[in-house]
């Protein structure tokens, strides 16, 4: 396939969608090697004349920065800083997720404000495109100067240390590099910190999370349309000019989807004999459109982060600067990653509770929506085990961003826990498309129950394929696998 070229132009979280195929090759531009190549040399034309410290470069790291290390001892400092750095613990960091953090440094160190060589980021990039993925577990990171341990653990290869994962088994590294022919890299002045400094870990989560909630999003408004109708529910809520009046955008775009959605359905049109729904069907547009309004504030900040340098010091070339600042620091992604978490739990419980009211033996539906209940407990426990993870998505969702403890002596008084924010919104996404396949399971089985009146087109269309591999549910049988089932055709939508 073509290469993806890493140019210096604003990209948004479109523009690197190709990056996702595990066949996707990268390369760097022109102008890209020519800012690395500027901004390594003016630091190594910088420290020939430079007589007072420059922190990290010719100083400890963090409350060792009054420390100040000889010129022969730079390279011995730098690889010191990724190997005792790499203290990640915890899961192992999903394969995906480890590519696209390894594209995200990349990318930052790219625009030339890092001082790292160029054969150093081409190494990274080699990895990427032969699919060497270093191995990088899930705990250790504070979010503060970066994401130091988990980015070291990813660092460790470059130097001919920890391990890989290649086609399909886990490797050392030392092996790996023989058989690519790459011999380990000596770090020069600043590179290990080039490499450890910055928030690719966060970031990587922070973007995979949120392409998944977007489709989510869309998929809660198909199977909520479903749950309406097979509940006999009223279309009147969605009608645009009660929207109009209180014009907040994800309610109106809502809206205008489950209108679209239920175009053409049988029920909808039919007389009810109730003037009103509960808020959980009713309030539709305002819950999964206030969802809709967060994600695109979420969205602008990861955006931002992509186009973004995020490790220290900053060297920047043109203003003759080299500056110890804090742009490694998580808070713009922590608080982003928080309000992730917060929203989907919302739309995971608004479609816990719509699984409640279907279940409850209302508007004509037999209670737990079996044809003989009490001989048969039909749905009544899926509904306990999607409230199980709804209520662990609540707790998932206590913000870690409001947290914060000392590091390196006093030094890092404050810290993001950014990383914290974004495996545990990794977590409450995950379980989202749990829930809303357990309310799909029991849609599809409520609106059998409505026959011979049918739904609108998209909606039959959708519990067609949804019957390829669940079940009407006659009588009571073994549910642990229909559920897995439901699970897997909701990951698998588009």
């Known amino acids: 396939m073509d290469y993806f070229h890493l140019t210096l132009k604003e990209h948004s979280l479109d523009d690197i969608e190709p990056v996702f195929d595990p066949e996707a090759r990268i ?3 022109t102008e890209a090697q020519t800012r690395i190549k500027r901004c390594r040399d003016y630091l190594d034309e910088k420290m020939k004349s430079q007589s007072t410290p420059i922190y990290g470069i010719t100083t400890g790291f963090g409350s060792l920065c009054n420390i100040s290390v000889s010129k022969d ?19 192992e960091v999903p394969f995906e997720i480890v590519r696209l953090m390894m594209f995200l440094k990349i990318r930052s160190l790219s625009y030339g404000y890092s001082g790292i060589r160029t054969e150093t980021v081409e190494r990274l990039v ?17 979010g503060a100067s970066g994401d130091l341990a988990p980015l070291a653990n990813m660092s460790l290869p470059l130097l001919g240390l920890g391990e890989v994962n290649y086609d399909g088994k886990r490797y050392q590294a030392e092996e790996i590099n023989k058989k690519f022919g790459w011999s380990p890299l000596t770090l ?6 080039a490499l450890l ?19 989510l999003t869309s998929l809660a408004d198909k199977i909520a349309a479903l749950s309406l109708d097979a509940f006999d529910g009223r279309v009147e809520p969605f009608t645009h000019e009660v929207h109009a009046v209180r014009p907040h955008k994800g309610q109106i ?5 489950i209108r679209n959605i239920l175009k053409g359905s049988e029920i909808v049109q039919h007389h009810k004999e109730h003037v009103q729904d509960p808020y959980s069907f009713r309030c539709v547009p305002q819950v999964h459109g206030a969802v809709k309004d967060a994600l695109n504030f979420i969205e602008k900040s990861f955006t931002t982060e992509l186009n973004s340098a995020t490790d220290n010091p900053t060297i920047i070339p043109e203003s003759d600067l080299i500056i110890s600042a804090g742009n490694f620091h998580g808070e713009p992604l922590a608080i982003p990653l928080d309000l992730l978490a917060i929203s989907m739990a919302e739309l995971g419980s608004i479609s816990e509770r719509r699984t409640y009211q279907l279940i409850s033996g209302k508007r004509g539906l037999p209670s737990f929506l079996v044809a003989h209940p009490g001989l048969n407990s039909g749905f009544m426990i899926p509904q306990y085990a999607q409230a199980s993870v709804v209520s662990q998505n609540k707790q998932l969702s ?16 404050h810290v993001s826990m950014g990383a914290n924010a974004a495996t545990k919104a990794l977590r409450v996404i995950e379980n989202i498309e749990k829930i809303l396949a357990i309310e799909l399971f029991n849609a599809a089985q409520a609106l059998e129950f409505r026959r011979p009146l049918k739904s609108s087109p998209v909606i039959e269309e959708f519990v067609a394929e949804f019957r390829k591999v669940v079940p009407f549910i006659e009588e009571d049988e073994v549910m642990y696998t229909h559920i897995a089932n439901a699970i897997e055709f909701v990951e698998q939508q588009k």
């Open 27 to 29: 390369k760097l531009s």
């Open 398 to 413: 206590t913000p870690s961003c409001v947290d914060t403890i000392d590091s390196s002596q006093g030094q890092e008084d």
């Open 73 to 91: 001892q730079l390279a011995q400092l730098q690889r010191n800083l990724v190997v005792s750095h790499a203290c990640g613990i915890g899961e």
């Open 253 to 257: 775009d809502t809206a205008e989807a």
């Open 126 to 142: 080699e990895m990427f495109n032969n699919r060497v993925y270093p191995v990088v577990y899930n705990q250790g990171s504070l």
């Open 188 to 193: 020069s002045s600043k590179e290990g910190l």
């Open 197 to 215: 400094n910055g928030t690719q870990f966060m970031l990587a989560y922070s973007i995979y999370c949120l392409r998944k909630a977007k489709r």
